[in-house]
């Protein structure tokens, strides 16, 4: 079982930036890929970036060109770089990792980001 820890939320004004990390732990060499996602007040989860096998495979329309996902060297860890930030990227963010060619279930507690405008 792989758990996750999301960290670096917290309150921005517009156009500012964040930097989220997510650290996996346990049984983290049967990971293939790690994910953002985001879920806002009263909307369903949505898929922000993924990577997979080292490779950057998806990323949200609403996102593109302002967010970066990356791995660390240890490949456990998977940051969320945001820049230029907006009232809607409001949400908590989570990650979750995928083993094999399965996505995890067993979500984090997620951080908050909150964009004032």
């Known amino acids: 079982q792989v758990r996750v820890a999301e960290s670096g939320g917290g309150l921005v004004q517009a156009g500012g930036s964040l930097r989220l990390s997510c650290e996996a732990s346990?049984?983290?060499?049967?990971?293939?890929?790690m994910a953002w996602h985001r879920q806002a007040p009263g909307k369903q989860r949505e898929l922000v970036a993924a990577?997979?096998?080292?490779?950057?495979?998806n990323y949200a329309d609403s996102v593109k060109g302002r967010f970066t996902i990356s791995t660390g060297n240890a490949k456990n860890t998977v940051y969320l770089q945001m820049s230029s930030l907006k009232p809607e990227d409001t949400a908590v963010y989570y990650c979750n990792v995928r083993i094999g060619s399965v996505w995890s279930s067993n979500w984090g507690q997620g951080t908050q980001v909150t964009v004032s405008s």
């Open positions: 346990g049984r983290t060499a049967a990971m293939t890929g």
């Open positions: 990577i997979i096998g080292g490779r950057v495979t």
